[in-house]
């Protein structure tokens, strides 16, 4: 599997801003990868935030997150990042991010998202 390490959580007021990074220690090659945020609070399942494929660069959000948070890729540093802005205090999660190969993952949910970053923590408040 590809290894991915996540960076720039921290802990912001409300309405701040945070950018968060994935890098993964390969490039992706195949044709229907993708990308994939996604947050868990405390006590709660685990839920996508944003997605995009790495093909095309097509983009899909949370309802929650859209219009406030944009998922991009840097292609030359196998990077994909989350910036995050106008932040509310129900953001506040562990992130994490995922990297689907196989072209059967399922965005909304993280199924068949073989690789996954170790979390990053958001806190706003």
């Known amino acids: 599997h590809v290894q991915l390490v996540e960076s720039g959580g921290g802990s912001v007021q409300i309405g701040g801003s945070l950018t968060l990074a994935c890098a993964a220690s390969?490039?992706?090659?195949?044709?229907?990868?993708?990308w994939g945020w996604f947050r868990q609070a405390p006590g709660n399942e685990r839920k996508a935030v944003a997605s995009?494929?790495?093909?095309?660069?097509?983009?899909d959000y949370a309802n929650s997150v859209k219009g406030r948070f944009t998922i991009s890729q840097d292609y030359t540093k196998d990077t994909v990042y989350l910036q995050m802005n106008s932040l509310k205090p129900e953001d506040t999660a562990m992130y994490y991010c995922?990297?689907?190969?196989?072209?059967?993952?399922?965005?909304?949910?993280?199924?068949?998202?073989?690789?996954w970053g170790q979390g990053t923590q958001v806190t706003v408040s």
């Open positions: 995922a990297a689907d190969t196989s072209g059967f993952g399922v965005p909304s949910t993280g199924t068949n998202f073989a690789s």
């Open positions: 390969r490039g992706f090659d195949d044709a229907d990868a993708e």
């Open positions: 995009i494929y790495i093909d095309d660069g097509a983009t």
